[in-house]
């Protein structure tokens, strides 16, 4: 019954659809060099050769393992007729050769990581991809270097180090390439480490400028051309005056997570994570910059302006989630260049993309940890009930510390107007405690205990209208979902399940049209190309793992209901459902 | 340090020292009166004739009426007890608005102490030492998240335990400047007996430059020696559990070091702070303040010099 | 004496005997040893990590220290504290593991007696456990050790700690089943 | 004095005497027995538990002493607290009423005799447990109150505290048993004639104080299981972070814990008035107002527990009732007192040393009475709670209002119990040693609580002006410890050579003067009859009822308010199963504090041992 209201709302929609585009142009050609799939991060394929009718008779073209069964995040990429993979530690690099069957390996390059840096990974080896740039194949390995490479041959051009595991400094998020620049941020939220995002040179590797999450105003690269939205943002040295002393230089505030760019106002957008520790008892203050969005200008990394979700985080809701860069038509004609957010806090946020304002903030997921945004402000207004006490277990708050959508990321369709986002729903009891700094060593002084939401599913893949703010239809799934969505011009979206299901449904209705066991978890970014031989072909890595994972790769004891940071808790039945694993699946229409 | 009930030195103390010179000094009447009559009653001479029935009646009824009158007596006595100890007691529970916030948190076996402010960066976190501004009211919150301790400082006011699970609280009106001697009244454990929290009421202005002087940042090492005792400080055993603000070491598990040396004691009251204390104690921590949770760190004799000598620094 | 009297008092006899032997025990166990640290540790480098030797097998000598600490509740409790305070929680959770392996299991890559975990905790691991050989005292580590043997129930009867403050994570570690250690190879 | 003759006697002596040898006194029934084996077991505790005071005494003789280090010292004064409270006061209290009860009110026997015998070896089975464990090294440590979370599995490893929270079961099921006895004797075993209004204060105190066990002791039985869940199975009756509460442990503990003392002061008041009867040769003055401050006592106790918690920052105006309550408890106290004066003012009396005693119970209780009122001041509490004015306050009041009328009751009931006179030159030394240590101990700690000195500390630091205080407290204590030994040493030589009592040296007026000296195992030979408050003081001679049988263990029942005689009961036979159920419930409580399957298989002997012990005995019912 629910099926059919939906598929009313649908088709509402579509009128409304054909008035929202992306801003930034996909690649024409069937090409996927980055992978958000754009700089707007939309993942949106203009391939249509898969469409509602044909994706039945999918069937897969050819498999390939990575030979390490821990989390597979990454997005397969794919220039011409060569497609790239990065595998979790060690963080070795395929290229296979596309125009020979069974895509046989073109070269592999293995960057040989630090071992020790497996002991100040939060959650899980992983690494979400390559991007391509003017013939380089750019990554980033666990133990803190950003590595360029030949993407012809396999050559190492340059190697630069950026993160120090001693301090609890990794990376794992993909870089972007944006005018030449090579954006890279650290992760390590939960060891105490001090967030930062970096330019390097494209060319030789070289910093070109850094820019702290937390620290004074110089640090921050605050000046000038700062002017937030918000009153509340305004003020010197912000990211000093609301820490304790000196708490700011292990505060967190981490960039982890996607980037998007907007050639037109020549702004990058990016999350910072967590404030650190994960006791908020111990860091009174707004904890500034961390939990929250900044606006940079990609040639100095000069921030534009800032908005934050999470001031003074109580539950670890880092905002490092991806910005959609979508122009929405605006009452009284015209466009308005907005940004959409399905925020870790369990809101989506639109804002304004040019100054910051946050335009509307709706739950997506059941959410009693926020009562609500305030929009004269801008602030997220806590639940008293739900606020941590002390030394007693505060229960049942949701979104749980994953949130309402962790990093993987969600897809825009033109076409139909609707955000895909692969989202969960989660709840956690939590108590926290005094924890002490020792540097290299975890830094979170808190214990929580999740589980599925009362009366909900623990996954869901919901499609969302952000112009009419409301859902159109949702798919819910046993398993959370933590794997990235892909939609088509075909009407088609694709995405993947913790049990190894990989899914395509119907961009407009959500109607299940084909899926296909993969073997393994999927918590892998689908991506879309054209082949050589012209065909569209659907590429996705599955290898269960990260946070919640976990459970499986790390063979942890559910005696104790804290391990894996509380996550395994939720997913008692995931070593039942599925082994690691670690193998590239790509499909096709059968070729006739 | 003075430390006498009834030598109070604060508003709180001298309602509570009201109280007590309004109940010992009667009681004290009552004793004299109560051995009085029972020397009477031992001693009186008994004349032969009180044997007569009649006699022993009326005795009887003169008796009864004196019951009567003496648990009417108490009753009264009591009654007055318990209105002055009431009265007091609101004078105990009075708040004032500009009351300055300090936190202290009990620990096995020693005492955190935090000054709050509305500006977090210029918080100040300390241990085992209390400053408060003469004349004005500093209410402390108490807590704990280990065992239930009480935070006793005779001379202001009376004991607050400090009970994990629960915020407690107590005010403080200091009126005379002076060294005081605050205290753990509540068995919390093997050391109990050395948790000791030296209490310094100073004029608002020395309390504001003594904040300030807490802000700043550990002093840098003056001398080669203290450059060393501070990287053998950082990269030994004593970063695992010490922070001193300004250097990589920041955990809470034992008191904050950044402003030792201007503490007036080692241990929370095990030691008097001095070099050759300083240097005993690192030596060996157990012979002072046996069954501390601080381990024997095993320097040798050259870091223990050189350790000394950069904490010595730490004003 | 009357045959029934005689049979009490042979019983009596024989129950303050076994009250005695069992008193032996007891006193050793509930030892608050702050002061001295049990018998000097022997030098280092005795500890096997691989199971597999090269001819016969020699007998791995168990070292004193640890049968002394793995023995005391005192020592066991100090450990419970130590590794809430230096942040093993933060890998090993409560026993369950995370980044870390789980410890309340019986697979560990680098052996599961005492003086195995004692040297892990000391040496570090190449796959991210950090090395703590200098950074904390030989009996906190013991007592690490120690505390880390009754998360599998390891250690001998009635020295684990049993209900803990806080959220109620684990059951308590004097209920759990005792798990002989395997050394194992996990996927790494 | 009255008719008896021999053969009745002889057949009396065959069927009331208990089985020879070791088998004979396990299984003894009859209340003198198993009373005085209760009188020696615990002043052997408190000999015991004064040298752990020594102990702790000598430590803080001089700052920063290292006589004891602190966790020896933690043992110390948790055991002699505990040993003091569980294994001596109480005990013995109850142990003078289960002796002097039946006889005080003319019964051949306790009721519930086996009861007795079971509730005595629980007695001194969890006494020897406790204080092996301590010689163990693993006697409690966290104080004789316990308060958690220390006392929680975190802060207190092992099993120290296992153990001391399973001895708390075993006094307090022995404790039960007692109260259960005396208010049973109480109601259907008086005398006939002794009407409600003709019964002795001592007895009245005895039953006021069983039913206040039976109330208060459940409390911190049901505490210490609570405890022992916590430690042992990881429940969170106290874990504040699951929702529950550590003041839940004060709030249980505390409302047994008061009335606690006021079950170990209300026998003392029985005694005290007894003593003060007899040697001030006049019935007590206002025996109804006497009785009536009793009772009040009794139920007023229950209502004053928080004032032990007035730091733990609970909500103001509910301590401020609790003042109010704590200041009313004088008020029966007063009375009491007052009577007492009253007595001895309108009687003749003479400088014995029972008397004597009571004297000092005068000069010492009311100083701790009187800081007692002052300690229930919220505000004055905050200050001194805590600290040596509450060790000063507690040892006066215990001291001084349980020990010594104990000491003078000794005195006073020596001859019944042993047929000889303890020497009276003797006791006056004793009782002038025992009054100056007392004071020279526990005075100077009322001033140095107020100087702040924290209680239960191992050391003090020099320089605080505490020096001298704890000096004269140390000499004090072995001025006690003299006076101890002396008691000891008197009733040592008395036994051997005392003089002779007779049946009634002190021309007491209660009925236990109305037998022999120490009395036969069947107390009365013929059922007394109570015409009078004080039997023996009326001008008529006692009347005595025949009938009773003498071949079978028989005695009179009662009814309660007008006590008329209405049926012949057949009293248990000696049994040695008392004592296995004693064993096996002892093998449970040891077992459960090591592994919980111990409730599960040791409560299979305890059932056969106990299903034993209650088989019906084969008597025919009584004919007239």
Request: proline share 8%.
């Amino acid at each position: 019954m629910k099926r059919i209201a939906m598929m009313v709302i649908a088709s509402l929609a579509l009128f409304a659809a054909t008035a929202v585009d992306v801003v930034a142009v996909t690649p024409t050609s069937g090409d996927w060099t980055m992978p958000a799939g754009n700089y707007a991060s939309t993942r949106y394929s203009r391939l249509d050769q898969i469409n509602r009718d044909n994706v039945s008779r999918l069937r897969t073209e050819f498999t390939f393992s990575t030979g390490v069964d821990r989390g597979q995040e990454a997005a397969p990429i794919v220039v011409g007729d060569t497609m790239y993979i990065v595998a979790p530690f060690p963080n070795t690099v395929f290229a296979l050769d596309l125009s020979r069957p069974g895509a046989p390996l073109k070269w592999k390059y293995q960057p040989n990581p630090e071992a020790a840096a497996q002991g100040v990974a939060c959650c899980d080896v992983v690494n979400r991809g390559a991007v391509y740039w003017q013939g380089k194949l750019i990554f980033n390995t666990l133990d803190g270097n950003t590595v360029a490479l030949d993407a012809a041959k396999g050559r190492l051009l340059w190697k630069t180090k950026l993160g120090n595991i001693n301090k609890g400094e990794t990376i794992t998020m993909a870089p972007l390439v944006v005018k030449g620049k090579v954006l890279v941020g650290n992760a390590g939220g939960e060891f105490g480490v001090r967030g930062w995002i970096a330019a390097l040179d494209a060319g030789s590797g070289k910093l070109a400028w850094k820019a702290y999450n937390t620290g004074p105003d110089a640090d921050v690269l605050i000046g000038p051309a700062f002017k937030p939205f918000y009153a509340s943002d305004r003020g010197k040295d912000l990211g000093v005056h609301t820490w304790p002393p000196e708490a700011w230089k292990i505060g967190g505030g981490t960039v982890w997570g996607w980037i998007s760019y907007d050639p037109k106002l020549n702004l990058i957008f990016h999350g910072t994570g967590n404030p650190g520790p994960w006791n908020a008892d111990q860091r009174p203050g707004d904890n500034k910059w961390t939990a929250g969005m900044f606006a940079r200008d990609p040639d100095t990394g000069a921030a534009r302006w800032f908005v934050g979700f999470a001031p003074h985080d109580l539950f670890d809701y880092d905002a490092v989630n991806e910005s959609l860069l979508l122009d929405f038509p605006v009452r009284g004609g015209g466009k308005r260049a907005v940004i959409v957010r399905p925020e870790r806090n369990g809101f989506i946020y639109v804002l304004d993309r040019r100054t910051g304002q946050v335009l509307s903030a709706d739950p997506f997921t059941p959410v009693n940890s926020i009562l609500r945004i305030d929009l004269k402000t801008g602030r997220p207004i806590y639940n008293p009930d739900k606020q941590p006490r002390n030394g007693r277990v505060t229960r049942g708050i949701c979104p749980a510390s994953p949130g309402a959508k962790d990093w993987n990321p969600s897809a825009f369709s033109s076409r139909t107007g609707l955000v895909y986002i692969p989202h969960i729903n989660l709840c956690m009891d939590w108590l926290s405690g005094e924890v002490n700094y020792i540097a290299g060593t975890p830094y979170v002084g808190a214990e929580a205990r999740m589980y599925a939401a009362p009366g909900r599913s623990r996954g869901e893949l919901l499609a969302w209208d952000p112009v009419h703010r409301r859902a159109a239809w949702k798919v819910d799934e046993d398993l959370p979902l933590w794997s990235g969505a892909l939609a088509t011009a075909g009407d088609v979206v694709f995405y993947g399940t913790m049990d190894g299901w990989f899914k395509a449904v119907d961009a407009r209705t959500g109607k299940g049209l084909w899926k296909f066991q993969t073997g393994s978890g999927i918590i892998g970014q689908p991506v879309s190309y054209r082949g050589p031989d012209g065909r569209q072909y659907v590429a996705v890595l599955s290898g269960v793992g990260g946070w919640a994972g976990a459970i499986v790769v790390g063979k942890l004891d559910m005696r104790d209901n804290t391990a894996g940071g509380g996550l395994a808790n939720a997913v008692r039945d995931l070593p039942a459902k599925t082994q690691p694993g670690g193998t590239l699946h790509v499909f096709a229409l059968p070729a006739h | 340090m003075t430390h006498h009930v009834l030598a109070p030195a604060a508003d709180q103390a001298e309602a509570i020292a009201t109280v007590w010179q309004g109940l010992f000094w009667p009681n004290l009447v009552i004793y004299l009166a109560m051995l009085a009559a029972l020397a009477w009653a031992l001693w009186r001479r008994r004349p032969a004739a009180d044997e007569a029935p009649g006699l022993r009646a009326k005795h009887t009824h003169h008796w009864g009426l004196a019951l009567l009158g003496w648990t009417v007596f108490i009753a009264a006595t009591l009654t007055a007890y318990t209105a002055l100890s009431f009265v007091q007691d609101r004078r105990l529970l009075a708040r004032e608005p500009d009351a300055l916030r300090v936190r202290v948190t009990g620990e096995q076996w020693w005492w955190q102490v935090e000054y709050p402010d509305s500006d977090p960066s210029r918080q100040v976190t300390t241990a085992n030492e209390l400053h408060l501004p003469v004349g004005r009211m500093a209410r402390i919150e108490l807590q704990s998240d280990n065992v239930i301790h009480s935070l006793w400082i005779p001379a202001l006011n009376g004991k607050q335990d400090l009970i994990p699970g629960r915020r407690t609280e107590m005010a403080v009106t200091p009126r005379a400047t002076g060294h005081y001697r605050g205290e753990c009244a509540e068995f919390c454990g093997l050391q109990h007996a050395h948790m000791v929290l030296p209490v310094t009421v100073e004029s608002p202005a020395a309390f504001a430059a003594w904040l300030d002087a807490q802000r700043a940042q550990a002093a840098p090492p003056a001398s080669p020696s203290a450059t060393r005792g501070k990287q053998v400080f950082e990269s030994g055993p004593c970063a695992l559990c010490h922070a001193i603000s300004g250097t990589d070491a920041g955990s809470h598990a034992g008191p904050d070091l950044t402003h030792l040396a201007s503490r007036p004691t080692l241990g929370a009251g095990a030691l008097p702070n001095d070099r050759a204390h300083l240097l005993a104690w690192l030596a060996d921590p157990q012979a002072h303040k046996p069954g501390t949770n601080m381990p024997d760190p095993k320097l040798s004799p050259a870091q223990l010099t050189d350790v000394v000598a950069y904490l010595e620094g730490l004003r | 004496m009357c045959s029934p009297c005689r049979r009490i008092e042979r019983r009596a006899g024989f129950a303050l005997a076994a009250l005695l032997a069992l008193a032996a025990v007891g006193c050793e166990r509930e030892r608050r040893e702050y002061a001295s640290k049990g018998p000097p540790t022997t030098p280092p480098g005795a500890v096997r990590v691989g199971t597999l030797q090269p001819g016969t097998p020699l007998p791995t000598p168990s070292e004193p220290r640890g049968r002394h600490f793995e023995g005391n509740a005192y020592h066991v409790n100090q450990g419970q504290q130590l590794y809430k305070w230096f942040n093993c929680t933060g890998c090993h959770a409560n026993g369950g593991g995370a980044i870390g392996p789980a410890l309340m299991d019986a697979q560990w890559r680098y052996g599961g007696s005492i003086e195995q975990i004692h040297a892990s905790i000391m040496q570090g691991r190449p796959n991210g456990m950090p090395s703590f050989a200098g950074k904390i005292p030989d009996d906190q580590v013991w007592q690490i050790a120690a505390y880390v043997r009754t998360m599998s129930g390891n250690a001998p009867k009635y020295v684990a700690g049993g209900g803990r403050q806080g959220m109620a994570v684990a059951p308590p570690l004097s209920r759990v089943p005792r798990l002989k250690p395997k050394t194992t190879e996990s996927s790494q | 004095m009255s008719a008896r003759n021999a053969d009745v006697e002889a057949q009396l002596a065959r069927t009331w005497s208990d089985p020879p040898g070791l088998l004979g006194w396990l299984a003894t029934t009859d209340h003198k027995r198993v009373g005085r084996r209760y009188l020696v077991t615990a002043m052997a505790f408190f000999a015991l538990a004064g040298m752990l005071a020594l102990a702790m005494r000598t430590q803080l003789a001089v700052p920063g002493n290292t006589l004891v280090g602190p966790d020896r010292y933690s043992q110390l004064f948790s055991l002699h607290g505990s040993a003091m409270m569980f294994l001596f006061a109480v005990p013995v209290m109850t142990a003078m009423g289960v002796y002097l009860l039946p006889l005080m009110i003319g019964a051949r026997a306790i009721s519930f005799p086996r009861l007795n015998a079971f509730g005595y070896w629980m007695y001194l089975l969890g006494g020897i447990m406790i204080f092996v464990a301590f010689a163990l090294d693993a006697g409690p440590e966290t104080g004789w109150t316990s308060y958690v979370p220390l006392a929680s599995s975190d802060f207190s490893a092992g099993k120290r505290t296992d153990i001391w929270s399973q001895m708390v079961n075993f006094t307090e099921v022995a404790a039960l048993c007692v109260a259960a006895e005396v208010v049973a004797s109480f109601m259907v075993t008086r005398a006939p004639g002794m009407r409600l209004d003709r019964i002795p204060l001592f007895v009245w105190a005895q039953l006021v104080t069983a039913f206040m066990v039976m109330f208060a002791m459940p409390s911190v039985m049901v505490a210490s299981q609570f405890l022992q869940s916590d430690r042992q199975f990881g429940t969170h009756f106290f874990n504040p972070g699951e929702g529950g509460d550590p003041l839940l442990w004060q709030h249980l503990f505390w409302f047994f814990g008061h009335p606690e003392v006021y079950i170990i002061f209300i026998p003392a008041l029985g005694m005290i008035s007894s003593i003060v009867q007899t040697f001030s040769r006049r019935p007590i003055f206002g025996h109804t107002a006497m009785v009536l401050a009793m009772v009040s006592i009794g139920f007023l106790s229950f209502g004053l527990w928080v004032h032990h918690m007035f730091a733990a920052g609970l909500p103001p105006l509910g301590n401020s009732f609790y003042t109010a309550a704590s200041m009313l408890i004088a008020i029966p106290s007063g009375v009491q007192i007052f009577c007492w004066i009253a007595t001895l003012w309108l009687g003749r009396p003479r400088f014995a040393t029972p008397l004597l005693f009571v004297l000092g119970f005068f000069a010492l209780f009311v100083i701790g009475g009187l800081s007692g009122v002052m300690l229930a001041s919220v505000p004055l509490d905050t200050q001194v709670h805590d600290t040596y004015f509450v060790v000063a306050h507690l040892h006066y009041v215990l001291i001084g209002g349980a020990v010594f009328p104990l000491i003078g009751g000794f005195y006073y009931w020596f001859p019944k119990f042993t047929g000889r006179l303890l020497s009276e030159r003797a006791g006056k030394v004793n009782f002038w040693l025992l009054f100056v240590g007392v004071n020279l101990t526990f005075f100077p700690m009322h001033w140095l609580g107020l100087a702040g000195m924290p209680r239960r500390v191992y050391t003090y630091p020099a320089g605080l002006g505490w020096e001298w205080a704890n000096l004269a407290a140390t000499a004090g204590s072995y001025i006690v410890a003299g006076a101890v030994l002396l008691f000891v040493g008197n009733v040592a030589w008395s036994l051997w050579r005392g003089k002779a009592a007779g049946d009634n040296p002190w021309d007491a007026p209660d009925l236990e003067w109305a037998t022999s000296s120490p009395p036969p195992p069947w107390n009365f030979t013929q059922v007394p009859v109570v015409e009078d408050l004080t039997p023996l003081w009326t001008a008529k001679p006692l009347q005595w009822l025949r009938g009773l049988k003498s071949d079978k263990r028989e005695m009179l029942l009662t009814s309660i308010a007008e006590a008329r005689p209405q049926v012949r009961w057949g009293c248990p036979d000696p049994s040695i199963w008392p004592f296995f159920s004693a064993l096996a419930l002892t093998l449970q409580f040891i077992w459960t504090i090591f592994d919980p399957w111990g409730w599960v298989w040791a409560s299979i002997p305890m059932a056969i041992a106990m299903t034993i012990w209650f088989w019906p005995k084969k008597s025919e019912p009584s004919s007239d």
